[in-house]
Every structure is written in C-alpha cells, then in structure tokens.
C-alpha cells in the first residue's frame, strides 16, 4: 500500500473495476439481508450515474489501484420538508485490505464537498443495523441515526 490515498471521480473504463466492487457490496450485504436473491443481483446503474450531471462516482486510488468506491445522486424530497431535493450516498465499498485507514471518510468527504458545489444541504445514506463498523465511521463523518425501517415477511 502507498502512503498517498488520492480521491477522483469515476471513469468509464474504471466500470470492470467498479462491477467487481458492486459484486462485493452484495456478498457483504447478504448475510444482513436474507431476500436478496442468490446470484444475478445488480445494485447500480453505473453508466448512468457517471452521465448524471446530478450525481458524481468517486473511487480512492492506492497508486492505480481502486480500493474504495461511493457516488452522490440527488433526489427529490418529501414535499413537506425544508428542502427540495437531498443527496442520497450510495456505493460505499472499501476493499477489506484497507478498511480502517480513514479512506471511506475521505470518500465521504469527497462527495460532501460535491454535494456542497451542487447546492444540496441535506445529506443520507442507508446502512444495515448489524454493521457496526460503518454506522461508527458515518458518526464519525457527522452522521445521525434518524430512522429505523421495520419488515414483516409473511408466509405464503
């Protein structure tokens, strides 16, 4: 590993890397989440976030190596709420290897500078309860809990 972690945006021909990272999300999230189908599970439109002028992808860079992913969107509010539009913080993937170091906040960071050029306020992003690990590292970063989302899964 080097000592310099740079952060940019996204390139198309980063997608290869970004589609095995995507792949890794979804191995992680699995135990967390028993409905998510055993194979063909597809969470991003990368193309389409990378031509969103509304969004960005930001990878950190260990030399040339991808080791952590996330993108900003911008979404539209409830209509009750102060503000009309939020961003939403998504993809936030970092390579096992170099978990712990700090990169993902300056992932984090990254976007909240975009997000701050884009004219949004209002920041979220989703996380599994049972992962610990990043609920600590969103805090870090300034996050609060605000929701919980209850299920029932009934039997047919």
Known sequence: MNNEITIREAVKSDIPVLLQHEQEVVKAERP?????????????DLDALMENPRATVM?????????ATGYALEKPARTYLDHKTFAYLGFMY????????????????ALQDWC???????????????????????????????MIEMRLRTEL
Not at 59 to 64: H, I, P, S
């Open 94 to 109: 970092t390579d096992p290897e170099y978990r712990g170091k700090g990169i993902n906040g300056k992932i984090v960071s």
């Open 59 to 67: 990878v950190a860079c260990d030399g040339d190596k991808i080791v």
């Open 32 to 44: 967390m989440d028993p409905t998510i189908r055993d194979s063909g599970v597809k969470y991003y």
């Open 116 to 146: 701050t050029k884009a004219g949004l306020i209002e920041i979220r992003l989703h996380v599994y309860d049972e992962n610990d690990p990043a609920i600590k590292a969103y805090e870090k970063k300034g996050f609060k809990k605000h």
